[in-house]
């Protein structure tokens, strides 16, 4: 076993599944390669992958980059850090960093596209008329004023709450400041698209002075890299965008591209003609199009002349999204799908002009191949050899570590009863998993989260739940606000003696990075399988992967689907002396297509007498 001061370890004591992931976290940096590590909730991750890292960088000047898209996950890095520091007295500095959207000062930043907020910034830099820059830096110096604050913020470890409210108490710019700690710092905590968006990276990395092999980088909740890279590299363009666009060049004059703007919506009204939901467009079929209303460079750049100028005039231009549009459309095909889709809107259809990102290596590779070491990690990152393909890793070190959780302190049960598969999708299907669903939620002492693969699928079963329930029922509404989740998370937390369930959407709000202590859930239903819904985008990522890795289905429609319900599952048990009942609702769980894909130490029992292995538990644990 290690002792705590060879890794700068701030706790007392190692326990012996966190010795292991120290150990080969260890190993990875030292020898320059990566790890692909499965760790389940309550391996200590966090403090894990910081301390050999942080010891690395320190005696071989490296950076390390801990990423990570949850808040919380930010705070627990940040006060990690300050306890490694504090304990071995140590001299580093570290940086907390956010979405510069979310720092800025500026009234309505946060209501801004991040697309349109990094042009409205630039714009405002560029014109002086900024108050926060140039209270920072005037004629390319910093201030005095900003670099007393510098000052200020680098004699302790701060969270980015911290370095936005004194920043904006000298009214300087929070990120300009958060950037030149960032400088200095051995440390940078910071979201995934500093690092994995190539744009932001190079703009950043510029500003640090920083090469990808000087560095580090630790991916936390790494079973989400995969999405959020595809989202960085898609875009879209729409009926609504163009409307918008030509509204906006009539404003300011604009009269020659009011009628281009025009052409270009009558060409995806062209394409929608006969349509039904969706369709594949061909590249070159559409810049054909766009050649016979005027060349297509030449337009791209009359968009952007317009655009420049409508930025000097507002926050938000649309004319500029049809220009980035139009210049990202002209990428590449493989590992792309180009899809035509057609929506309700409010008052008319919505046609959309998509540009898919299906392989999110095309950006990861490139990281992986260039850092000093990258390592991703998940309670969730399993089959590793799935996303150690899709990512781009070649010769990772993949490696699956158990649960540091007693056996005896978690049931899970597949009841094969019921089904939420489309096609069998029925009045009697809803009343018998509402059936199912009630009976467990009256049994459980405490509260339960239940799951649905849509919001659609959850009100069908609601209106025969909440007949059959003892205990209060609260929907989770779609699209919530920060504050309307805070509020409904309070609401749940108020009934945990009394209990009550939370009915969600496995997809929503409450489905992965809500931290709930203690025993404040002591069930969790996962009903049915949150498959994605089998349109053109699904079919052409099964095909790629297929094609790419000859596992099509599993990796473009059924991982996924796992992945989610495994979120979900693992909101029930936080810490090693927590128990919890974990309850999988379909019949399809049972087969075995399905089952083997569970983690080991979920030790899961198919069975309909679920009242007799419930009670059983309830009667040994929680008297």
């Known amino acids: ?347 008319e259809p919505l046609v959309i002009l998509s540009y898919r990102c299906l392989d999110p290596s095309l950006a990861a590779q490139k990281v992986i191949e260039q850092c000093h070491s990258v390592i991703c990690m998940s309670g969730t990152l399993t089959p590793t050899d799935m996303y150690s393909s899709i990512l781009g890793f070649d010769g990772a070190e993949k490696k699956e570590f158990e649960s540091v959780f007693p056996e005896e302190n978690r049931l899970s049960l597949v009841i094969p009863e019921t089904t939420t598969k489309f096609t069998m999708r029925n009045e009697n299907q809803f009343r018998r998993i509402a059936e199912i669903c009630s009976d467990i939620i009256n049994r459980v002492d405490g509260n339960t989260l239940v799951y649905f693969p849509s919001y659609k699928l959850r009100d069908d079963v609601d209106k025969y739940l909440t007949k059959l329930s003892r205990k209060t029922l609260i929907l989770e509404k779609p699209r919530l606000t920060k504050t309307e989740k805070s509020d409904l998370f309070e609401k749940f937390k108020k009934h945990k003696d009394k209990g009550s369930a939370l009915l969600c959407a496995a997809t929503g709000s409450f489905g992965e990075g809500i931290d709930l202590p203690g025993d404040l859930v002591k069930c969790v239903i996962v009903v049915g399988l949150p498959l994605s819904p089998p349109n053109l985008e699904t079919k052409k990522l099964i095909d790629y992967y297929d094609k790419k890795f000859g596992k099509g289905w599993e990796y473009g429609y059924v991982f996924p689907a796992i992945t989610k319900i495994l979120q979900n599952a693992g909101r029930c048990i936080r810490s090693e002396t927590d128990k919890g009942i974990i309850i999988f609702l379909d019949e399809r769980f049972a087969s075995p297509n399905y089952l083997r894909y569970f983690p080991k130490d979920f030790n899961v029992k198919v069975t309909k007498e679920y009242e007799k292995e419930i009670d059983e538990f309830l009667n040994k644990k929680f008297i």
């Open 1 to 347: 076993m290690l002792k705590p001061e060879e890794v700068l370890f701030p706790y007392e004591k190692i326990r012996k599944e966190q010795d292991k992931l120290i150990s080969e976290i260890s190993k990875v940096v030292t020898e320059g390669k990566n790890l692909v590590a499965h760790a389940p909730t309550g391996s200590g991750k966090t403090v894990a992958a910081l301390c050999p890292a942080l010891k690395f960088a320190l005696e071989n000047d490296k950076r390390i980059f801990f990423l990570t898209s949850r808040h919380t996950q930010h705070m627990i890095a940040i006060d990690t850090l300050k306890q490694i520091k504090e304990k071995y007295e140590l001299d580093f500095s570290v940086a907390d960093m956010i979405g510069k959207r979310w720092m800025c000062l500026m009234p309505l930043a946060n209501d801004m596209r991040s697309t349109d907020f990094h042009d409205f910034c630039k714009a405002q830099v560029e014109n002086d008329q900024c108050e926060f820059y140039l209270n920072f830096k005037i004629k390319s110096k910093v201030t005095v004023k900003a670099k007393k604050l510098l000052k200020d913020l680098n004699k302790t470890i701060n969270h980015t709450e911290d370095v936005i409210k004194r920043s904006a108490d000298q009214k300087i710019c929070p990120y300009e400041i958060s950037t030149l700690i960032a400088k200095g710092a051995k440390v940078i905590v910071a979201d995934y698209f500093h690092i994995f968006n190539e744009n932001v990276r190079n703009v950043f990395f510029t500003k640090l002075g920083v090469d990808l092999d000087d560095c580090i980088v630790i991916v936390d909740e790494a079973h989400n890299l995969p999405t959020r890279i595809r989202d960085f590299l898609s875009v879209n363009i729409s009926n609504y965008i163009l409307r918008q666009a030509v509204k906006e060049a009539k404003k300011h004059n604009f009269t020659d591209i009011v009628n281009e703007l025009v052409q270009i919506q009558d060409i995806l009204n062209d394409f929608s003609e006969n349509v039904e939901n969706e369709r594949l467009i061909d590249k070159n079929i559409f810049i054909n199009r766009i050649n016979k209303i005027k060349d297509y460079d030449d337009l791209m750049e009359e968009l952007e002349r317009v655009s420049d100028f409508i930025k000097t005039k507002q926050s938000r231009s649309f004319v500029n999204s049809v220009h980035r549009f139009l210049e990202v459309w002209l990428g590449q095909d493989d590992g792309f799908a180009r899809i035509l889709s057609i929506k309700q809107g409010y008052r």
